[in-house]
Antibody
């Protein structure tokens, strides 16, 4: 059974930094990779970043490129995913979900999601 | 970037109704489209992938169709548990764009 659990969300001032974590189990990171998806309050879903499990390649939405860094690793059946967020802006305020790709491609649907962690950027 | 447009934004329906939601892509995405259901305060749940493949455990009243730029999610007989917001997502490119969502409300 796959489980994902995010942590690290907090209230932070504009320009500040935060690191989110996602602890996963039930699958092998190298076979799937992972992504972060966010949802601003009352808004829709936005893909933020993804990492390939096979070669560690990373991908970012234009809105976070140069400010956010995704990283991740895992041994058999456990996964740890991070999102380092720097130079945070008010528009980064959202619930951040980690999500597992269905088939293991960097371009994929997501079959498992964490419960989300709230990041609030405000002075 | 590929843009995804859903219609309608809100849909009022009754239990037992047949419901259809449309998702249009700004360019062809073949069949690289997924549908999700999201309830308030919860993570999205994958319903359909590759346009028409029902995800394991999802009731058969949900179905998807389409290819290229136009896709449809159909709920054949709306149940009380189906009142939620539905999102489409293209995954033809690595930045998987979502539609803006369709809220299905009780009529």
């Amino acid at each position: 059974e796959v489980h994902l659990l995010e942590s690290g969300g907090d209230l932070v001032q504009p320009g500040g930094s935060l690191r989110l974590s996602c602890a996963g189990s039930g699958f092998t990171f190298s076979n799937y990779g992972m992504s972060w998806v966010r949802q601003a309050p009352g808004k829709g879903l936005e893909w933020v970043s993804g990492i390939s499990g096979s070669d560690g390649s990373t991908y970012y939405a234009d809105s976070v490129k140069g400010r956010f860094t995704i990283s991740g690793d895992g041994s058999k059946n456990t996964v740890t995913l991070y999102l380092q967020m720097n130079r945070l802006r008010a528009e980064d305020t959202a619930v951040y979900y980690c999500a597992k790709p269905l088939m293991g491609s960097i371009s994929d649907a997501f079959d498992y999601w964490g419960q989300g962690t709230l990041v609030t950027v405000s002075s | 970037d590929i843009q995804m447009t859903q219609s309608p934004s809100t849909l009022s329906a009754s239990v037992g109704d047949r419901v259809t939601i449309t998702c249009r892509a700004s360019q062809s995405i073949s069949r690289w489209l997924a549908w999700y259901q999201q309830k308030p305060g919860k993570a999205p749940k994958l319903l359909i992938h590759q346009a028409s493949n029902l995800q394991s455990g999802v009731p058969s009243r949900f179905s998807g169709s389409g290819s290229g730029t136009e896709f449809i999610l159909t709920i054949s007989s709306l149940q009380p548990d189906d009142f939620a917001t539905y999102y489409c997502q293209q995954y033809d490119g690595y930045s998987g764009t979502f539609g803006q969502g369709t809220k299905v409300e009780i009529k």
